[in-house]
DNA sequence: GCCACCTTACTCGGATAAGGACTGTCCGAGTCGCTAAGG
DNA sequence: CCTTAGCGACTCGGACAGTCCTTATCCGAGTAAGGTGGC
């Protein structure tokens, strides 16, 4: 089990969205973060395509929250990163082999499944519980209120654009 | 993210094994299940290096469980499988790029690590709470008590040995 | 002075290679049970 | 009848290819802003 990179670039890049006041373009924010350019806009992609951001073309455009950021839990960005495929695929095993459950059985889920499936229902709710803005939230007060105002600073200087 | 379908074969083995007085080849295993015999072999030795299982070689030989299914929780056996690290590691981008942290704000951990490994605890501990003799139970039940003394008819015949 | 058009540069978007992990397979080393011979 | 040595077959264990997904990259289509010429 392994969660993609792209999981942990969105993640920080719709935190530096969420302080944006414009549109920022996919290249400042790699150089922000120190991430490869072209790799980077590919999750971005996925996150336009998920409808959590939107892209504005040509020139001074970028890409925005098509939300606050109190209103986009951590759970959807995962998922729009990842797809919302659920871990764990039941194969149904217990249909095959010698040990072919009687049609009987077949009636209620496989009991592995609905195990695995609870926690994963776990994990959602744990992130579900956490918006993009808890996070900004978070690592400003982590920094004693330091770094949100410098991402916005950042932002606005005309250097990294 | 996806978990590798051996999760799946591992945790269906441990109920049979559970179910066993004796040893029981992979070979048979796989054959219950209607698995690949030589992949199952490959998450088994997984298990056993996890002590989850132990081998015993030659005439009449095969696995075994080394403690009771109800003190084997269905997160070891993912973890055995799957390995133990986390599904997401933290690259540390916020030391990286133009918005590299001042690093007063490393003492603490990255606010995103700290939310995704609090959704995987979630997980684990949800997967902590079901032990294989559980799943053994539910499967028995969703049966009308007919599966499990089924497994253990099945494995008592010599046809399948 | 105002408007329309054009040029320009910048942006995203999908199509295109390289690497690594999961999936699947094979044969060899080691071990236990059975047999048979000897005491 | 009991012991013991040898044989045989069965078991696991690690080493070896195939395939899919993740990672990384590139160039082309589209678009908005700014400048320029005409009215």
Aim: charged share 20%.
């Amino acid at each position: 089990m392994k969660l993609s990179s792209g999981v942990e670039w969105s993640l920080h890049c719709c935190v530096v969205l969420s302080q944006a006041t414009t549109t920022v373009p996919a290249a400042q924010l790699a150089k922000l973060h120190g991430v490869s350019q072209t790799y980077l806009a590919k999750h971005l992609q996925a996150l336009a395509r998920a409808g959590l951001i939107r892209s504005v073309a040509g020139q001074d455009g970028g890409y925005l929250l098509t939300r606050a950021g109190s209103a986009i839990s951590v759970l959807e960005v995962v998922l729009a990163v990842e797809g919302d495929e659920p871990a764990f695929r039941c194969t149904e095993i217990r249909q095959q082999g010698l040990l072919a459950a009687p049609p009987k059985a077949i009636r209620k889920r496989c009991a592995i499944a609905r195990t695995m499936a609870a926690a994963e229902a776990a994990w959602r709710d744990s992130l579900a519980g956490v918006s993009i803005a808890d996070l900004a939230d978070t690592i400003d007060a982590d920094t004693g209120g330091v770094a949100m105002p410098r991402v916005r600073s950042l932002l606005a200087s005309p250097t990294s654009r």
